[in-house]
């Protein structure tokens, strides 16, 4: 069983000056040494000991790093940054994110978005991505273990995703948009917003 890696869930390696500079850090290379990169995504077993030590000498509770969203284990969420309290989004509001989604296997990216808005509830990203933001609070960063039921399934998306595929996630909640209203657009508004949920 994991334990939360550290206390308020913070980032365990280096700090940052930029919320997304942890999405940046997704983004480098895994063949390159750890200490290039500013964030190590790797759990190991040495690492899990130490933390369990540090947590008992703070008289903290311990808790499971992930939080199982379905109670299946199809679904694992773990908070990398707070965000700030109470400022979840509903569905049908429009919301920023920036994410990183990789195959778990292989740690091959096969998604990256940067201030990528999204209608929530809309089936603009995977089910597991878009179940998972709507338990978020702005500023939040969170990485997500998505079984292949929420992600692209058995089919797969191919070339990049086979099917049955684990995923991992790195996500950033932005910011909230109120929801759109369609009768307020002009005609060409109303086509753009059209062919962007046509995508």
Do not use: H, W
């Not at 500079?21 to 040495?46: G, M, R, Y």
């Not at 049908?92 to 989604?101: M, R």
């Not at 992600?151 to 950033?172: F, H, Q, R």
């Amino acid at each position: 069983m994991e334990v939360d890696s550290k206390i308020n869930n913070t980032a365990p390696l280096k700090k940052t000056t930029e919320v997304s500079d942890f999405i940046k850090a997704e983004q480098c290379n895994t063949s390159e040494p750890l200490n290039n990169c500013s964030i190590d995504l790797v759990d190991n077993e040495k690492s899990d000991k130490e933390e369990i030590s540090q947590t008992v000498n703070v008289n903290e509770s311990k808790e499971p790093i992930y939080q199982d969203i379905l109670g299946s284990g199809d679904l694992l969420k773990k908070i990398i940054k707070q965000g700030t309290l109470d400022e979840r989004p509903m569905k049908g509001e429009q919301i920023v994110i920036n994410l990183v989604g990789r195959l778990e296997d292989n740690n091959d990216i096969i998604e990256e978005e940067k201030n990528f808005e999204i209608t929530l509830g809309d089936c603009e990203v995977i089910q597991g991505v878009d179940l998972s933001l709507s338990l978020m609070n702005v500023g939040e960063i969170a990485k997500l273990k998505i079984a292949s039921r929420f992600g692209y399934g058995d089919i797969g998306l191919e070339p990049n995703v086979p099917g049955g595929a684990k995923l991992i996630y790195i996500i950033e909640l932005l910011s909230i948009k109120p929801e759109i209203a369609i009768d307020e657009l002009t005609p060409i508004e109303r086509l753009k917003f059209g062919l962007k949920k046509k995508r």
